[in-house]
């Protein structure tokens, strides 16, 4: 009978530490997924500051330089072509969908040589 009365004790603590366990593995999960979301849109930004980099140095129109590099950037990211001299420089900022108050701006800068300047002086 003191078999029966042990098991019944016992049964107790294992649902109060399921009750405390669960919850923080739904959070890690959470977080998790939030992390590979944000990796995903850095990943996207530094496709979309190079795709427009190189459509700047090629000397596209600024129309087509902004739709490159708006096709690879993530949905509604804020890009801005700019030069300086004979470089060109692209930034993407953007961001990613966050978790209630969790949100952070993922940005890169791609900078390329125009061409037009490739070998003038050489």
Known sequence: MRKCERQGRDGGFVTAEAAVVLPT??????????????AAAQIQCVDAARAGARAA???DPPDAVAAVARSA?????????????????????????????????VAHEAVALAEETVGVGA
């Open 25 to 38: 593995l739904v959070l890690f999960s959470l977080a998790l997924v939030w992390a590979l979301l944000v």
């Open 73 to 105: 950037a993530p949905r509604g990211a804020k890009i801005t072509v700019t030069r300086e001299g004979d470089l060109v420089r692209v930034e993407v900022v953007a961001q990613p969908p966050g978790l209630g108050g969790l949100t952070v701006d």
């Open 57 to 59: 140095a090629r000397q």
